[in-house]
């Protein structure tokens, strides 16, 4: 028996078989011989030997009989998330394009953002795509919390991720443009006079988002010597106005988001008391679009929009009335 590499260890990809690759997603996933068969069109003689292939390679079983059932072993499991990654890795090269001409092109675009990102410019984006592109989808994703962790892993099967300088850093990026934050409370907050003051964020409760998103904002808050008192942690920027309304309650906000949403609840868009750190966002994305025709196209536009959202004009022109 062939020992099996460790996880982290480099093999010769010449040396192995790729269609494996697959066979070994569907086994991990199904946890099932002839249902992974029947997934990827092997039959189930074929998947067994695939699994007996792969047993060899790994020096373990992979998948352990308990009861009537199959359940993964430990080594199954941690090969699990890595595979389905490295499958929507090769899908992604195997899909990439020399020339890419979107006026006629049927493609979609996948970029993890916050719904600040997708409000502020996502909906830009999404609105001249759809007049210059009108074949070209685009889908939005939740901006998960392991993003820190795992960004490699997460921008190899997606096509960008929209997200601030301050939080991840060695791939490429697209600038695009810059935004400051600002504070909400409650217009009727008899405990906030015309200015904000220090004392106000470390005395009122806060509303917070919960992931990573503002952790440099959230940095300069802490050396200021205030540690906020959350009383209210939600996923969504844009429900954060809703939290404060008719509350003590105080929130940091992006300055565009806010100034979208004034007027929907009954707050105040406030000064900083200090020289908040600014926001510059980005288009992040992995190296293997690198010279992907409809990849290079998408930052193209994506640069585009953003530099109209930065100069504050419309990126499409409205529809006659």
């Avoid at 092109?105 to 996502?122: K, N």
């Avoid at 009108?134 to 929209?162: A, C, H, M, Y």
């Avoid at 409650?186 to 806060?206: F, H, K, M, S, Y």
């Avoid at 929130?251 to 609840?265: I, W």
Wanted: charged residues 20%; glycine residues 6%.
């Amino acid at each position: 028996m062939v020992p099996a590499p460790e996880l982290g260890c480099f093999v010769n990809l010449a040396s192995l078989d790729l269609n494996l690759v697959v066979a070994l997603r569907a086994l991990l996933q199904e946890r099932n011989v002839t249902r992974a068969g029947q997934r990827i069109g092997l039959s189930q003689p074929a998947m067994s030997a695939a699994l007996a292939r792969l047993r060899r390679h790994f020096d373990d079983d992979l998948l352990a009989r308990v009861g009537g059932g199959y359940e993964l072993t430990a080594l199954g499991q941690a090969l699990l998330d890595r595979t389905t990654t490295a499958c929507d890795l090769l899908e992604r090269v195997f899909a990439s394009q020399a020339e890419f001409d979107p006026s006629r092109e049927e493609h979609e675009f996948t970029l993890i953002a916050s719904d600040y990102a997708v409000a502020v410019f996502g909906t830009e984006l999404a609105r001249t795509i759809q007049a210059e592109a009108p074949g070209i989808r685009l889908r939005f994703k939740q901006v998960p919390n392991e993003i820190i962790d795992s960004t490699g892993s997460l921008l190899s099967t997606v096509d960008g991720l929209l997200l601030p300088h301050g939080i991840i850093r060695g791939f490429p990026t697209v600038e695009l443009y810059q935004d400051s934050w600002v504070f909400l409370v409650a217009d009727d907050n008899p405990e906030v006079g015309e200015q904000l003051t220090l004392d106000d964020l470390a005395r009122l409760p806060w509303v917070t988002y919960q992931r990573a998103y503002d952790a440099p904002a959230a940095r300069q808050i802490a050396t200021l010597g205030i540690e906020p008192r959350v009383a209210v942690s939600v996923d969504s920027f844009q429900l954060m106005p809703l939290l404060v309304a008719r509350t003590r309650r105080v929130a940091l906000l992006q300055r565009r988001l806010a100034d979208e949403l004034d007027g929907l609840a009954h707050v105040r868009i406030m000064e900083p008391p200090y020289d908040a750190v600014p926001i510059q966002q980005a288009l992040w994305w992995h190296p293997v679009h690198m010279h992907d025709a409809a990849h290079m196209w998408l930052r193209e536009t994506a640069a585009r929009v953003a530099e109209a959202v930065e100069a504050g004009r419309p990126t499409v022109s409205s529809p006659p009335s």
